[in-house]
């Protein structure tokens, strides 16, 4: 939102508040309190607002929810997607841009994978979010849209939810501020490519405002560089002890312990930022360090407050 207002752009909200805060938009931006899955009410303020662009993020973000409850899953990733296609080639939407996932896309990959690679999603939400760009390229070629797929890594930063894919950072830094023990699964020797929450909502903005050649594009975002969860730990466990301090806190950190690894996690998956790159002019900004730093200092303020 910060970015798009940054831009110059005057965008509106459209979240049913399941995950999302209010808080997290400033007062003078449009927001309409309704859920995807409700097609009537989605006509009325795509009639109300007549965007030029929709940038599509809303979405059960859970993968482990997405295997509990598959049809739950599809509601909301694959038909209120659908509604929004639908509203938004009603009304004359020029482009949609749509949150898909680079993570869950291309499964097991020891390099960074580029948009060709093989698609192998494993779960429910993977598979959602796979049929979602076959969507979008339909409706991108058939009713006259400009669709683009951006295909995050793992996103996390200030705002972070816990409950979406990259949740370990938000998830740490939570409990270490509550000095609770962290447990990370198995040996925690998994490898995923962490990328800051501002750094997409930049991509976001690019892959609204930038002229591209066809009609559909899928494009990944992502640092294409790897970090592991024990690393992950042992970072913000120095940061958060840092914060601590200077909150004059003497709360010490205890020390993480190792659980019983979780059925189906991927060992290393990383994602090329070449592409982006090369259509949109994006890259990553942010290094990891200093992205958690910032990430450590907004959760510290948030659980001052508490
Ligand atoms: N966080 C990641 O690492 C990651 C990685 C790949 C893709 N994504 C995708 O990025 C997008 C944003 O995810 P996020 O991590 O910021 O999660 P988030 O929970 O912060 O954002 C999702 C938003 O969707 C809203 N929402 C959920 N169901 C809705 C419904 N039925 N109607 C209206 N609004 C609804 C939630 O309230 C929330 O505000 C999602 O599409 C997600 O699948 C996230």
């Known amino acids: 939102m910060d970015a798009l207002l940054t831009h110059g752009h005057f965008p509106f909200v459209i979240d049913n508040l399941s995950l999302g805060s209010r808080q997290n938009l400033p007062y003078n931006v449009p927001f309409f309190e309704i859920d995807i899955r409700d097609s009537e009410k989605l006509a009325q303020v795509f009639d109300e607002v007549k965007p030029d662009c929709v940038c599509h993020q809303a979405a059960q973000v859970s993968v482990s929810r997405s295997m509990r409850e598959p049809i739950f899953d599809a509601e909301v990733n ?3 997607l659908l509604n929004v296609l639908e509203q938004s080639v009603r009304v004359g939407v020029q482009r949609v841009v749509f949150a898909s996932s680079g993570g869950v896309l291309y499964g097991e990959v020891a390099t960074p994978a580029t948009e060709d690679f093989p698609k192998r999603p494993i779960s429910p939400y993977g598979i959602g979010k796979w049929v979602g760009e076959q969507y979008l390229e339909f409706y991108s070629r058939e009713r006259g849209l400009q669709g683009v797929a951006l295909r995050y890594s793992n996103v996390y930063g200030p705002r972070q939810n816990p409950h979406g894919e990259a949740g370990v950072v938000a998830i740490f830094c939570k409990a270490m501020f509550a000095g609770e023990v962290v447990t990370i699964n198995g040996d925690g020797r998994y490898t995923r490519d962490y990328v800051y929450g501002p750094d997409v909502a930049n991509a976001n903005v690019k892959a609204l ?4 050649n066809q009609s559909f594009e ?31 806190s003497s709360l010490q950190i205890p020390h993480w312990r ?18 982006a790159n090369h259509l949109l002019g994006w890259k990553p900004e942010m290094s990891f360090d200093e992205g958690l730093r910032e990430t450590v200092i907004r959760f510290g303020l948030k659980s001052a407050q508490d």
């Open 78 to 80: 694959i038909l209120g």
């Open 209 to 212: 405002e930038t002229p591209l």
């Open 218 to 248: 899928a494009i990944n975002i992502g640092t294409g560089v790897g970090v592991d969860v024990n690393e992950v730990a042992e970072k913000l466990s120095g940061l958060v002890q840092r914060e601590l301090r200077n909150q004059g």
């Open 258 to 275: 190792h659980g019983v690894p979780r059925l189906g996690d991927l060992r290393s998956n990383l994602i090329s930022p070449i592409r």
